[in-house]
């Protein structure tokens, strides 16, 4: 008997198979998991396989998640710059001179 073949969204992944998943991947995913391929639209889309005992899925992985990921981690790259703080000396105390 052939499977049946789905692709998913992550947002509408059902609990079921978000249980399968986390049983699949308990540390989550990486690069080597993930499936790359263009869409009938011909979008760029990134899945990680999942099979049960009659399906095979594509669980799309969002590529703006990465970006907002990204974005957030090199914001914070940029603020541990900031711990070499300039102090004025006429800004602290007589103790603390």
Do not use: C, W
Request: glycine content about 2%; proline content about 3%.
């Amino acid at each position: 008997m052939d499977k049946k073949r789905v692709i998913v969204d992550y947002k509408n992944i059902t609990a079921d198979l978000l249980q399968r998943f986390t049983d699949v991947f308990p540390h989550g995913y990486d690069d080597d998991d993930i499936i790359r391929f263009t869409n009938a639209k011909g979008e760029s889309v990134r899945a990680v396989p999942l099979e049960t005992d009659d399906t095979r899925y594509l669980v799309k992985v969002s590529v703006e998640l990465d970006r907002r990921v990204e974005a957030f981690l090199d914001d914070d790259d940029e603020d541990d710059d900031s711990d070499d703080i300039e102090i004025n000396p006429d800004d602290l105390d007589e103790d603390d001179r």
